[in-house]
């Protein structure tokens, strides 16, 4: 038994009213001898037993009325907390694409969010936690109506985050005991399930919201196969998790215009190419959707957009390379070279890419220009010449890298390894090619340059390199490329990796883009120092994080926009690109956490089979028996006897 108020147990002390008051009223009797009154005094004897028996009586109720009065004000109760003691629940309900989906019932988010709004306490406090926000502090009342307007969310949910956002937010309140609860279809993204969510030492609540069946199609992903000069080739992947399945229709569009239809079969688990083409043009807004009723219908559908391309302006300062002209090809680039005494210093800050191509020293006006040049957001590749003076190379370096160049070494080296992972070669290669012919160099310069390797000798050393530096992508060849030096020119390695290294410079906008993973948008456009570049569609509109360069803006998305589908990107009134947003294909995935397997991940986690269950043990746990009522009806009934011992015990 607990009592809200024990203070009133220091009013025991008005116990001994009736107790002293009893005590007065105690009083002996006279003995007085009379010769003739021998029965009076039997008579008399009787009666003061009856009369002491009566006071005792009565100080026994009053007793008993007085305690169990003090034990109404002190309202006892039977729970396993105390009264005074609240109970918080941290609610995450994860709103995720892959919960708009629907289970025995329906929707499972709906069915989820009902279920918390039936079975959740008045007496609780709540903090709710979705995907992409929290709310703090709330009421059933406020609880409720956050359940009822709870939107999907594009943003995938990271259960270890969420844990411990939970655990960082129970240090402000006293007198609290918390619930941990986590609702989710506890969906994982990576092979790995082996996360041991460390630094998590509450226990928590799980209810794993389950799917009704295990099968789906979804639209993967899409690249542009083929670009000639009169039509474009697009391939789109399509992705099958479960059976066989026969004849689903697909179709393309342009903006809301057909433009093709047609129906393909996949087999079990497996993916397939599905291959379009469109006319040349200089503004697509392409979505392609296929029709199919499966387990997740958000992934039916994937926008696109292909717009006229930007050349990327690239200038080449040093010796004549036939080999940079015909890669750096006038469909995609605007190239031009120019001689070291013959170059016009005020073109390269409109430059995107400048070639250092065979210089024998770097003037220092030259280097001057071009750091200025990659602090503004210019990419840099350096072509050394063999009669090189390491010391103008070097002071140069110094300027924004660690490192510098050594000596050059005659000795003849294969060139043997290729970094696949580097972004260079994203989509180059179907695999990873170890049996290519290899190219060799005569002579290299070795060097302490700090930097990824992208390329490299059968020694370890680089043949080709990323340099560190705080400003821009700078490329370091560590040996000429003409002819008499190296056959790295003749080899097919050669139109990738400058074709890729002039791309990378100005960062064209892409067919589409991931909701919620950061993306970056180069816009070959020069604007004001007060002029700012909008992104926008008829549901929303926001100002991305952006840099203003010399001649392009370069533009951050993250966690805008929120809605997949067509966007432009304006200057004030002007559109001047549209892109277009597709939720992530990991949201499509059909691997999810088991039972058995949530309980192993955290001993501190209990898996719960609904959300009725569970709260309906916090309710139980959290119910108080009042017992004031009992004790109150004590005193009454204390009253009542005494009030008839008073009337109807004779003495």
Request: aromatic share 12%; hydrophobic share 35%.
């Amino acid at each position: 038994m607990q009592f809200k108020h024990p203070e009133v147990f220091y009013f025991l002390l008005l116990l001994l009213i009736p107790i002293l008051v009893h005590l007065f009223q105690l009083q002996k009797f006279k003995k007085v001898a009379f010769t003739n009154v021998s029965f009076l005094k039997k008579i008399s004897l009787e009666t003061r037993k009856s009369s002491r028996l009566k006071k005792w009586l009565i100080l026994s109720t009053r007793l008993l009325g007085l305690l169990a009065l003090l034990f109404t004000f002190s309202q006892p109760y039977f729970s396993s907390k105390k009264v005074e003691e609240k109970n918080h629940n941290f609610v995450y309900l994860d709103n995720s694409m892959s919960l708009n989906t629907n289970g025995s019932n329906g929707n499972k988010l709906r069915i989820a969010t009902q279920e918390l709004i039936e079975n959740s306490s008045e007496l609780d406090e709540y903090t709710l936690l979705t995907n992409d926000e929290i709310y703090r502090d709330l009421t059933k009342k406020e609880f409720e109506e956050l359940l009822k307007n709870v939107p999907f969310s594009s943003k995938k949910g990271n259960l270890e985050q969420k844990l411990l956002e939970i655990e960082s937010q129970k240090n402000t309140k006293s007198k609290t005991l918390y619930k941990n609860i986590l609702i989710s279809d506890f969906q994982y993204f990576t092979k790995n399930k082996n996360t041991k969510f460390t630094n998590v030492n509450s226990a928590f609540s799980l209810v794993k919201l389950k799917n009704s069946q295990q099968n789906n199609v979804s639209i993967d992903s899409m690249f542009i196969s083929n670009n000639t000069a009169d039509e474009i080739n697009i391939s789109f992947v399509i992705k099958n998790q479960g059976g066989e399945k026969k004849d689903i229709p697909v179709a393309l569009y342009d903006d809301e215009n057909l433009i093709n239809k047609r129906s393909f079969s996949i087999e079990k688990d497996n993916a397939k190419n599905i291959e379009f083409s469109i006319p040349k043009t200089t503004n697509f807004k392409g979505k392609i959707q296929i029709t199919f009723d499966d387990i997740f219908l958000f992934d039916n559908t994937f926008f696109f957009s292909i717009n006229s391309q930007q050349k990327t302006q690239i200038l080449s300062i040093g010796n004549d390379s036939d080999f940079l002209s015909r890669i750096f090809t006038q469909e995609s680039f605007d190239f031009s070279s120019s001689s070291l005494q013959n170059v016009n210093y005020n073109t390269i800050p409109e430059q995107q890419l400048i070639v250092l191509n065979q210089l024998k020293n770097i003037p220092s006006v030259l280097q001057n220009s071009l750091v200025q040049f990659l602090k503004e957001g210019g990419h840099l590749l350096i072509i050394p010449d063999k009669e090189l003076n390491i010391s103008s190379y070097n002071t140069f370096f110094r300027l924004f890298a660690n490192g510098s160049i050594n000596e050059v070494r005659k000795d003849s080296l294969k060139i043997t390894k290729i970094n696949f992972d580097h972004p260079l070669y994203t989509n180059v290669f179907s695999k990873r090619v170890s049996n290519f012919q290899f190219p060799s160099v005569a002579y290299q310069f070795t060097n302490t340059l700090q930097g990824d390797q992208i390329i490299s000798y059968e020694n370890n050393r680089a043949f080709l390199q990323e340099i560190s530096n705080p400003y821009s992508e700078v490329y370091w060849f560590s040996s000429p490329l003409d002819s008499k030096t190296t056959n790295f020119t003749n080899s097919p390695l050669i139109v990738p990796t400058i074709f890729n290294i002039g791309q990378r410079s100005l960062e064209v906008s892409k067919p589409f883009y991931t909701l919620q993973e950061e993306n970056t948008i180069e816009i070959n456009k020069k604007i004001k120092k007060d002029e700012i570049l909008t992104i926008s569609n008829e549901a929303e509109s926001f100002i991305p994080l952006q840099q203003s360069y010399p001649n392009k803006v370069k533009l951050t998305t993250k966690e805008k926009p929120i809605l997949p589908g067509f966007y432009k990107i304006s200057l004030k009134e002007q559109a001047l690109e549209t892109i277009a947003y597709n939720i992530s294909k990991e949201e499509s995935s059909l691997d999810f956490y088991s039972t058995n397997e949530l309980t192993k991940v955290n001993e501190n986690f209990k898996v719960y089979d609904s959300i009725e269950e569970l709260f309906t043990e916090i309710n139980q746990k959290n119910e108080v028996q009042w017992l004031w009522k009992l004790f109150l009806a004590i005193a009454i009934v204390s009253l009542l006897l005494e009030i008839l011992i008073l009337k109807f015990f004779r003495t």
